[in-house]
């Protein structure tokens, strides 16, 4: 999916803070407050058999990630930084917080070593599955395993927040406000207002539908495209 989340912050940041700094991070959630600069030998074998990512990326990315995040965590507030500085026109707040809920799986307000490197595998290069849990955590607000329609809104209302006014004139008359397009995904999964969608079928729908797929996802505009081709260089 191309949801803008760590698989974008790593376009933009893979050479500087950005993924570094959510790399730190997660590696302390999974060490608690150890200070190493080297990674466990237990962690760094769990990263190396549930990502696609190599013990030399591993190790790279963390010593990066200790000397940009010496604390070993990333607050809300920076990776609601990070965000923002793709979106000057725009205010991608809301929807960073939901990115960084559905990753601080520890639920302690950062975002460890071990956390940034699962989500930065699962947004940039993981199974299409694993994605789609992801996409279902992001839309679980309340966590509770299932989706309510104001929960679609929520996260669609987000979405919007990042989408300059003038590009929202160029969508579709049936997508142009949230309201719109929440209703839209929610009739594409024949619910009624007050049902709700569990993670079965939300992958389901997700995979069977590819509607569904495009209205629940932030399509990057190409300015911001551009913009994480620059960093790479």
């Known amino acids: 999916m191309t949801i803008i989340s760590f698989g974008t912050l790593r376009g933009r940041r893979g050479d500087t803070r950005g993924s570094v700094n959510q790399r730190r991070?997660?590696?302390?959630s999974s060490m608690g407050?150890?200070?190493?600069?080297?990674?466990?030998?237990?962690?760094?074998?769990?990263?190396?058999?549930?990502?696609?990512?190599?013990?030399?990326?591993?190790?790279?990315?963390y010593q990066s990630f200790l000397k940009e995040c010496p604390g070993g965590k990333i607050s809300?507030?920076?990776?609601?930084?990070?965000?923002?500085?793709f979106f000057p026109d725009a205010d991608p707040?809301?929807?960073?917080?939901?990115?960084?809920?559905s990753f601080d799986t520890n639920a302690d307000g950062t975002l460890d070593f071990k956390e940034y490197i699962v989500a930065l595998h699962l947004t940039s290069g993981?199974?299409?599955?694993?994605?789609?849990?992801?996409?279902?955590?992001?839309?679980?607000?309340?966590?509770?395993?299932?989706?309510?329609?104001?929960?679609?809104?929520?996260i669609v209302r987000s979405i919007f927040n990042m989408i300059p006014a003038d590009d929202q004139k160029n969508?579709?008359?049936?997508?142009?406000?949230p309201e719109k397009r929440a209703e839209k995904v929610w009739e594409f999964f024949g619910?009624?207002?007050?049902?709700?969608?569990?993670?079965g079928e939300f992958i389901q729908g997700v995979m069977e539908n590819?509607?569904?797929?495009?209205?629940?996802?932030?399509?990057?505009p190409q300015k911001i495209k551009d913009k994480l081709k620059e960093k790479k260089q």
Request: neutral net charge.
């Open 25 to 28: 991070r997660r590696r302390r």
């Open 33 to 61: 407050n150890t200070k190493s600069s080297a990674l466990s030998k237990d962690l760094l074998e769990e990263l190396k058999s549930n990502t696609k990512y190599s013990e030399s990326e591993l190790c790279t990315w």
């Open 76 to 85: 809300k507030q920076q990776f609601e930084g990070i965000y923002a500085s």
């Open 93 to 101: 707040s809301k929807y960073a917080r939901h990115v960084f809920r």
């Open 126 to 154: 993981g199974k299409t599955l694993q994605k789609l849990e992801w996409a279902f955590a992001l839309y679980d607000v309340d966590g509770n395993g299932t989706i309510s329609k104001n929960e679609i809104l929520e």
């Open 171 to 177: 969508l579709p008359e049936d997508e142009d406000t």
């Open 191 to 199: 619910k009624k207002d007050n049902d709700k969608i569990s993670e």
């Open 210 to 220: 590819k509607d569904i797929l495009r209205l629940i996802q932030y399509d990057e």
